[in-house]
């Protein structure tokens, strides 16, 4: 039997771009579909901008099931979300400010995209630095 090696630092780094894709597509959900039908449609919702649709009355107001759809798996998502993210700068050595940057704009609708995408490419090229200096510097093998 094998044995098989795991590198937790792709692992961690894989991990957060999944979730950082889930926790953008739960936060836009929860932003555009699910506290507007809360909060603005139906006649009993807290300012009731517009009357819900005919016949789809319990998809709006207070108790809109939409948040227990959308908004309770959001929370728990965002919470994984940020542990994932402190185990992602741990093992890559990320300072405070960054860290923080990174939970706090999974926060924000759309930026969690786009700061994912500027992780990526900035830990990317790293990677490439870091081998290109260490295969450099190798000497090649002596052959017999």
Do not use: C
Not at 17 to 33: E, M, S
Not at 50 to 59: K, N, T, V
Not at 94 to 108: M, Q
């Amino acid at each position: 039997m094998g044995v098989l090696a795991v590198d937790n630092r792709r692992v961690s780094f894989g991990l957060y771009r999944v979730l950082a894709y889930v926790t953008g597509v739960f936060l836009i959900g929860l932003t555009f579909i699910a506290m507007p039908a809360k909060y603005l449609v139906g006649e009993t919702s807290m300012f009731a901008l517009a009357p819900a649709p005919q016949g789809l009355e319990r998809w709006f107001g207070p108790e809109s099931p939409l948040m227990l759809f959308i908004a309770m798996p959001h929370g728990y998502i965002y919470m994984l979300y940020v542990l994932v993210v402190l185990w992602v700068a741990l093992d890559r050595r990320w300072g405070a400010g960054r860290t923080l940057g990174v939970v706090l704009a999974g926060t924000i609708p759309i930026l969690g995209f786009v700061v994912e995408h500027r992780v990526v490419k900035s830990e990317r090229a790293k990677e490439e630095r870091a081998a290109s200096a260490k295969g450099g510097s190798q000497e090649p093998a002596p052959t017999p």
